[in-house]
């Protein structure tokens, strides 16, 4: 029987690094399993949460826009002026309420 000689360094750190790749692309794949899972069990509440996200985004007119709410609206005499360079009158009355 012949003496086995050990394999060389690299060629040891070529296998580890192998067997590294497949383990981390076997984790990768039960990761991504885990989320399609939980993604297939929570779907509805994944989009209600998404509704409400958009509907406070775009739904009207978004969070510190331009008035709305009664706060934070431009005055009379902030409105931009026409091509004469004279302000613009309101659409609504000073009384207008939503």
């Known amino acids: 029987m012949a003496w086995m000689k050990p394999a060389p360094l690299s060629v040891t750190k070529a296998r580890v690094a192998v067997t590294k790749a497949r383990v ?3 984790a990768n794949e039960v990761k991504k399993d885990k989320i399609m899972e939980w993604l297939s069990e929570n779907w509805v509440w994944v989009l209600f949460g ?3 996200i958009a ?3 775009f739904g009207h ?3 510190g826009g331009h008035g709305g709410h ?3 609206g431009r005055r009379e005499e902030e409105k931009p002026a026409d ?3 004279k302000p613009r ?3 609504q ?4 309420q939503h």
């Open 55 to 57: 509907m406070h985004m």
């Open 50 to 52: 998404g509704g409400f």
């Open 70 to 72: 009664g706060s934070g």
């Open 93 to 96: 009355g000073s009384d207008h």
């Open 89 to 91: 009158p309101s659409k």
């Open 24 to 26: 981390a692309a076997v």
């Open 61 to 63: 007119g978004g969070h």
């Open 83 to 85: 091509k004469e360079g």
